[in-house]
């Protein structure tokens, strides 16, 4: 944890992420990056001198139509001394039942972030933490690329002025494997997602790309990223 905790902070002053007197919302799916960016934003408030209070924020998706249990990350909740927001929604029925997308991603990451969002607010939060960490960052710069054949990726810091919120991702220096040994050291209590598509997605085609590439050429992934950087690519 000591490695992520050190890249967390790196990500915060790099990119300007916290201020003194935020109230930031982090988004917990269940899964092991927003667990270990929630462990990291509670520990680093003890030495990283910087005021800021945390209220972590679950989208129960409605899949299948049963409620997910968080009952165990309340407890880590507890544990960490951030209060825990559990939120349910309808999300996961109206886009795969009602609606039946055949590209369904998009429109549940949209209506997923819009609550989100919202839940953020309702709470009192000017900023919202979200987990994503650098093979992510990677990944959605080939999926632009690809797909769109643009130049482009999530940003560090984005500002939604629309809402007067800003989105924050403390992990991007820190890599997925980093990550999940981590998340496995400490023992999360990983709450499984049960999105019918998860394993299928045009992400996960690119996420086995840039590992087959990684595989055939060491490096490969941290070479992108630094070129990412080294432009300044949406601001990394
Ligand atoms: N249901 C949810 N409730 C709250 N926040 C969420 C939810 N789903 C995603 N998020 C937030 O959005 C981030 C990116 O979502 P994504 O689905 O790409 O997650 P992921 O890469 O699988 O990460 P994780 O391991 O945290 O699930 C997550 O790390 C988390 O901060």
């Known amino acids: 944890m000591q490695r992520i905790l050190g890249l967390s902070r790196k990500a915060i002053q790099m990119y300007d992420m ?3 007197g935020d109230r930031i919302a982090v988004g917990v799916s269940g899964g092991k990056d927003s667990l270990i960016l929630l462990q990291s934003l509670a520990l680093l408030r003890r030495f990283i001198g910087i005021d800021y209070e945390l209220v972590a924020i679950s989208i129960d998706m409605g ?13 880590m909740c507890d544990t960490l001394e951030v209060p825990y927001v559990v939120k349910p929604t309808e999300i996961g029925p109206i886009v795969f ?14 209506m997923r972030r819009g609550s989100l969002h919202d839940a953020a607010k309702a709470n009192g939060c000017n900023k919202l933490a979200l987990g994503h960490h650098k093979d992510d960052a990677v990944e959605t710069f080939f999926m632009n690329l690809f797909s769109e054949g643009r130049l482009g990726c999530f940003q560090p810091v984005t500002y939604l002025s629309r809402k007067d919120m800003t989105v924050i991702r403390p992990l991007v220096l820190a890599s997925e494997g980093e990550i999940s040994s981590a998340a496995r050291r400490l023992g999360l209590p990983i ?3 049960k999105c019918p598509v998860d394993g299928h997605t045009n992400r996960e085609k690119t996420k086995q790309y840039v590992r087959d590439m990684e595989h055939r050429d060491h490096g490969f992934r941290d070479r992108i990223f630094g070129a990412m950087q080294r432009a300044h690519l949406d601001g990394f």
Do not use: W, Y
């Open 191 to 193: 709450v499984k997602s």
């Open 18 to 20: 916290i201020a003194d």
């Open 63 to 75: 899949h299948e139509n049963v409620r997910t249990d968080f009952s165990a990350i309340g407890k």
């Open 97 to 110: 039942d009602m609606r039946q997308e055949k590209n369904p991603c998009s429109l549940c990451a949209r």
